[in-house]
Every structure is written in C-alpha cells, then in structure tokens.
C-alpha cells in the first residue's frame, strides 16, 4: 500500500509504503469484487493475476472495533465477551477474529473484529451502517461503537461528498 496525502489546493505528498495488507482492505475488496487476499496466495503460488482495473460505483465504510473506552483517552478495555451478536443483511460484511465466551487479553491490539457496509450510493452505506452498528451487540468490554454511531450522526460526515477529493 501507498499513502499520500492531498492538500486542498491539490498539492500531494508522499507519507509511506506498507509492504502488507492494509486493516482496511475489505472496503477495497467489496467496491471492486476482488479477494485480494486470494490474489496474494495466487501471486505467491506464481500465478498470474487475471483481474481488470475496477470500475466501481460502490461506496464502503470500515468500522473498526477495538476493546477500548473511548470516554477514558481509548484505553484498551481487556475482559471476557459475554455476549456477541454480529450484524447480517445485504451490504453488511463482518471480519471478527473474538467469538462469544473469548477473553480479549490486554497484550495485543485492541482491534475484536471489523464491520463493513457497502451501498449503492454514500447514502445507502450510511444507512446500512447506522442499521449494522445498531445490530451489533458485544457485551462484557467496552468498545468504540458507541463513537462509530456518534459520528454517523454527525453533519460533518453525512453531509461531506467524498468525490470532492481530485488528484
């Protein structure tokens, strides 16, 4: 992965290059329809890639959710999941690596799991998002889906056009 960052007047800088697969892969993966873990393994097997530039119309938003208490500077909140009840539904795609009854300890990253909503337009993903977070129940840590949910609620996020970055 490479990351830049574009100013508004247009004006790009170079920030890193990660040699690994981004946290925030699966948005790529559900505009374009590619598995792009999958690909790996195909390029390390020495495979060819067999894929077209993309031509996507979708719109992803990722919601990351870590064990972490965002109204205490996001200390991680390590402890036993008592219950979890995960979002389904069209658009909706979940990426946990915790189960009901797993101890989350507090040696590692934070991140229990991923939740992504896709739609047709920035609208729909929205909706699909606020619906999903609602759904998503984890019981027994504190986590940062309360903060996700705020910010959809934000005007500053839902009224923002995300095509208005150009290159």
Same mark, same amino acid.
């Given at each position: +992965? &490479?990351?830049f960052l574009?100013?508004?007047?247009?004006?790009?800088?170079?920030?890193?290059?990660?040699?690994?697969?981004?946290?925030?892969?699966?948005?790529?993966e559900? $505009?374009t329809g590619?598995d792009? #873990?999958?690909?790996?393994?195909?390029? !390390?097997? %020495?495979?060819?890639?067999?894929?077209?530039?993309?031509?996507?119309t979708?719109?992803?938003?990722?919601?990351?959710?870590?064990a972490?208490d965002?109204?205490?500077?996001?200390?991680? +909140?390590? =402890?036993? $999941?008592?219950?979890?009840?995960?979002?389904?539904?069209? %658009? &909706?795609?979940?990426?946990?690596?915790?189960?009901? =009854?797993?101890? &989350?300890?507090?040696?590692?990253?934070?991140?229990v799991?991923?939740? #992504?909503?896709? =739609?047709?337009?920035?609208?729909?993903?929205?909706r699909?998002?606020?619906?999903?977070?609602?759904?998503?129940?984890i !019981?027994g840590?504190? +986590?940062?889906q309360?903060?996700?949910?705020? #910010?959809l609620?934000? @005007?500053?996020?839902?009224?923002? @056009?995300?095509?208005?970055?150009? &290159?």
């Open positions: +992965t &490479v990351e574009v100013t508004p007047e247009g004006e790009i800088y170079f920030l890193e290059v990660n040699p690994r697969v981004q946290v925030e892969h699966p948005v790529t559900q $505009i590619i792009i #873990i999958c690909e790996m393994f195909k390029i !390390a097997e %020495g495979k060819a890639l067999a894929i077209e530039p993309a031509n996507n979708q719109h992803a938003i990722e919601f990351r959710i870590n972490e965002p109204r205490k500077d996001f200390s991680p +909140t390590p =402890g036993l $999941i008592t219950n979890l009840q995960l979002p389904a539904g069209p %658009g &909706v795609r979940v990426d946990f690596g915790y189960a009901q =009854g797993d101890p &989350v300890p507090p040696y590692y990253d934070s991140l799991g991923k939740l #992504i909503v896709t =739609g047709n337009s920035r609208e729909q993903a929205i699909r998002a606020r619906r999903a977070l609602d759904e998503l129940r !019981a840590i504190k +986590t940062i309360p903060l996700h949910r705020a #910010i609620e934000r @005007d500053e996020f839902t009224a923002s @056009d995300a095509s208005a970055f150009k &290159v």
